[in-house]
Every structure is written in structure tokens, then in C-alpha cells.
């Protein structure tokens, strides 16, 4: 795996480990990127105290040993920008199934948290776990990944910045978006900004909408256009948006994992079940998640939410029985 912040001064070294630092330091940076000759002595100099700045054969020797290793390491030549390139390490990494599924349950929680910087972090080392892992880790990677529907992070596909976004939640401005929505195509939607999060590989912003009256939720990679705009306090209209008191309990047997979100609290557990309060601000997004639970989930209050939940599984069985029937 690649080493972390190495910081270490000369004086304590002999001349064999100061080589082998210096060897292990530059399969760190090729770990990560291409680098120059130039940008290697940098790079040095920064992680090694009183380093000196090294000389092409020097660097080529050390590069030449880590290729004496097994390391396939492309020479700096004029189409690769002069930067040696690691292709391949003899230095893989061998998972087993639980030590997979455990890195995929940390996952997980890191996107229950509302840290989409973390989320992002945690989502490169996925990516630089899954580089140094042998043939048959890397298969078994994939393979879980995709059982459990874990969809890799991707900001670079956002037309716009994500650090402004989150800006304009933390100060709950009032945005015009323009966005390109699935069912309806482009439309611009009004809403005083609130939170970011993640869910399975997408980002969200959460906000009161003025034109319906509730917390709404768009996709980051669908917005076009984003602009902060005033609304005159006598045109704005009231923020109505009280959030709906939802009691429900959860069995432990498939949902042991359960981490309460911002909005939800546990009031009470045995071994056998949780009891959890909900402030709800936006109802098709809370019954979503409930549904997911399947039968593990019982709705105690109040009886509005409980008969739309009955009314959709209703639909849903009529659904499936005409699929079935025809």
C-alpha cells in the first residue's frame, strides 16, 4: 500500500537506509502519479529532511533498482510529458470476502454522515485499495461492490462547483437552479438552500421549495445552472414546512447495522427491536427509505403515514399480480 506523510531526518539514517528510504519514498510518489525527475527531488527534499537534490543517473539507479524488484516503471520520454510511469508492483494486496464486505459496510456509514469530503476520500482509497489487490481480490471486489449496489463517487461530472454549493447551504441562500430533470426535462426551480448529501454514489441538495411547500431534493449532476438570487420578504411566500412526527420500530435481526440519520433518533431498544422518532420534511423520501426495510419495519404513528404506506405496497401487489397474471 502506499506509505503515508513520510517525514524523516538523515542524521538518523546509514548510508544503506538512506538509499532504501529514498527508493521507498519514490514508489510512493509513482504509487500516486507520473512524476519527473525534477518533481521526484522535490518531492524528496519536502518528505526528507536535509535531503539533497539528487542527479538524473542517481534517480535512474534508484528507479532501475524498484525495476530489479519486479516494478514495470515506463521511461520519461517525449509523448509521456518526460515522467516515469509505474505500470505494475509485485506489491498486491490479497483480501478475503470479510475483509471486503467489512471496507463496503464502512463505506456505508461514511455516506450516512453528511461528510461528502470524507465520503470522497474515502472513495479514492476504494480506488487505490483496488489498484494494489491481485487479480482474483480485485474480481471479488467488483463482484461485492456491484451485489451491494455500491456506486463509486464521481464529482467530475458536475458542471458546478461543489465547494459553492456547499456554501450556499451553510448560509441557506435563496438559488435559482436550472435543472434537467428525468421526467420533465429543463425547468428552474426556486428553494432556499440546506444540506448536501450522498446516497449510493450521488449527490443531493436539500432545500424548501417556495413553489410546492416542502423540503425537495435534486440530484447535483443533473443542475445546469445555479445563481443565488433576493426575494423581497413581502413576495416570499411562508415557510409552511413544518416537519411531520413519524414513530416507527425496526427488527435487530436484518437491520443490526442501522445508524439513525440527521432526522431520526433512537427512543428506545431491546434485543430485538429499535424504536425511533423521525422529524420528517419531506414524505416521499422518508416512505422510500421505509420501504426499503421491507417487513422489518412497522409504522406506530402517525395513521396518516401508515395508510399511503399500505396504499402503495397495495399498488405495488397489483402490479406485480398483473405481471404475473398476463
Partial sequence: MPLKNIKHELKDLDNVSVTALRIISILDMLLKEPLSDSEINQKLQENIKDSRALSKDTICIYINTLRAIGC???????????????????????FS???INSLIEVRKYISTLGNWKLAVEMDDLFCQLHKQMNQESKKLFTFLKKADLCREIDIKNFSQDIDLIEKYCNENQNIMILYNSPNSGEKEIVIKAEKLTLENGSFYIWGYSYDINETTYLRLDRIKAIKLINLKENNNKALNNKALEVKYKLAKNSTFLFVPSGYEIILEENDKEFFIQAQVSNKFKFIQ????YGSSCTIISPESIKMEIIYKLKKMTEAYQDIYLT
Fill in 72 to 94: 514495470e516503471i515506463l521511461r520519461p520520454t517525449k509523448n509521456n510529458e518526460y515522467k516515469y510511469i509505474l505500470k505494475s508492483n509485485p506489491f498486491k494486496l490479497n
Fill in 97 to 99: 470476502q470479510e475483509e
Fill in 289 to 292: 427509505g421505509i420501504l426499503s
